[in-house]
């Protein structure tokens, strides 16, 4: 490690969880320098739904490169972004009769929020966005004022404005009730508050604790969003692309969102891309290059986001998450009912997270896992939340194992 610690920078924080060299990663294990194998509970912080170094990906990229295809495109047309949008509309848009336009932005989740953001704003012609208490949505400006922790948040060195801060439905002060006493009081012409120009909403909240929001409260926080003339803005970055058991984390709840941002597992082997979904009439109100970014034409990107679509041509993979998800659940609950009522479970499919009341506590106990060969990353309020995010084609052993190591690791500091 003295080279990290000589030359880079002190902002670098997961190699300081993770304390090694890593050399060669398959599926959902990393190798060290020194051979020692690490089953990998982070996946990227949710980029590796599809493992790491996919073969399926692997092999169409090295065909990509070997037949010089063009890597770097900027928003011109090349076949292989042909090839992933129209595979993307027909495996995701035309089943859901969806008509959204495909945005492509810089290669980053925080690009997508900014340009949701600023599509809305154009839209309405209104500043301020509804965020919720406990939202993660990015590290750039714009993202970083809907981001609700103050640790970030600190690091902007300005203010972070135009938003209205809203309970989530699981935070205190939070629920359906709330949600009408906002509406009245953006409906009183004498309360000061002005409507907003969306409400941008998280249906698990990832990075801020697995905290999940259920159908009825997100079709109420829709239903506020039109009813007032604002957009309703899904941030699908960590929790889409099949994580939570559907390719959309909001499919099945009837919604129907104005925007869509994606990033993360959308590009399959881990390369970067990120996109927005927005509806046609809004983004008939972008002109041409009003938000670029030069790495928005990724062609090794479209070509394994290609091949990552190919999962959801079947239910294959969707039901190997939903068996998983029962693995997963049914050792976390048994820790949870072993801990007289001080840690609590939640998540949906493949994204679990095991609440243990104690930032100190999910530290001690990351690292213990870590010592015992499987990397886990805590979240949420003081990182006191182990947030479980393994890849979706993890192998039935691999993800035993995993869990074995982690029950162990509670048992032994608790």
């Known amino acids: 490690m003295e ?23 398959s599926n959902a294990r990393q190798v060290d320098e020194s051979g020692r194998s690490y089953l990998d509970f982070f996946a990227g912080a949710g980029v590796l739904n599809f493992g790491h170094n996919n073969p399926r990906m692997k ?12 890597a770097h495109s900027l928003d011109t047309a090349t076949t292989t972004k042909r090839d992933f949008i129209e595979k993307f509309a027909a495996t995701v848009l035309e089943p859901r009769d969806m008509t959204m336009k495909m945005q492509f932005m810089g290669p980053t989740g925080t690009n997508a929020v900014e340009a949701a953001l600023k599509l809305a704003r154009r839209v309405t012609g209104r500043r301020d966005v509804v965020a919720f208490s406990n939202g993660f949505h990015g590290m750039t400006l714009g993202s970083l004022a809907l981001t609700a922790n103050d640790y970030f948040r600190a690091a902007a060195g300005v203010p972070l404005e135009n938003v209205v801060r809203l309970p989530f439905e699981t935070a205190p002060g939070g629920g359906v009730q709330q949600l009408a006493d906002y509406r009245a009081l953006l409906e009183d012409s004498s309360s000061g508050l002005l409507p907003p120009a969306a409400f941008v909403v998280e249906t698990i909240q990832a990075e801020g604790g697995v905290h999940v929001a ?11 969003a039109h009813d007032v003339g ?23 709840m009837g919604l129907d969102p104005d925007i869509i941002t994606l990033a993360k597992g959308l590009g399959g082997y881990g390369t970067p891309i990120a996109m927005n979904l927005n509806k046609p009439e809004l983004d008939a109100h972008w002109s041409p290059g009003e938000h670029t970014g030069t790495f928005r034409g990724q062609g090794l990107s479209f070509v394994a986001g ?8 079947d239910d294959e993979l969707m039901n190997q998450v939903a068996a998983k ?29 095991l609440d243990l009341g104690d930032g100190a506590l999910a530290k001690a106990i990351a690292k213990k896992c870590f ?18 995010i393994p890849p ?16 162990s690791a509670v048992r032994s500091t608790t």
């Open 371 to 388: 010592d015992d060969g499987l990397l886990i990353g805590p979240c949420g309020t003081g990182g006191r939340v182990l947030k479980l």
């Open 392 to 407: 979706l084609t993890i192998p039935d052993e691999d993800l035993g194992e995993g869990l074995d190591i982690l029950a």
């Open 214 to 224: 259920s159908a009825e409260w997100l079709r109420e926080v829709q239903r506020l």
């Open 3 to 25: 080279a990290f610690e000589k030359w880079e920078s002190e902002i670098r924080g997961y190699s300081r969880a993770y304390p090694t060299v890593f050399a060669s990663a």
């Open 306 to 313: 290609r091949v990552a679509l190919e999962y959801f041509d």
């Open 325 to 353: 998800r029962e693995t997963m659940t049914a050792v976390l609950d048994d820790l949870a009912a072993g801990s007289d009522g001080r840690f609590e479970v939640r998540g949906r499919g493949m994204m679990q997270g």
């Open 59 to 70: 092999r169409a990229m090295i065909e990509f490169l070997e037949a010089d295809g063009v």
């Open 230 to 252: 604002a957009l309703f803005i899904v941030d699908d970055i960590q929790t889409g692309c099949g994580r939570t058991g559907n390719y959309f984390s909001f499919d099945g």
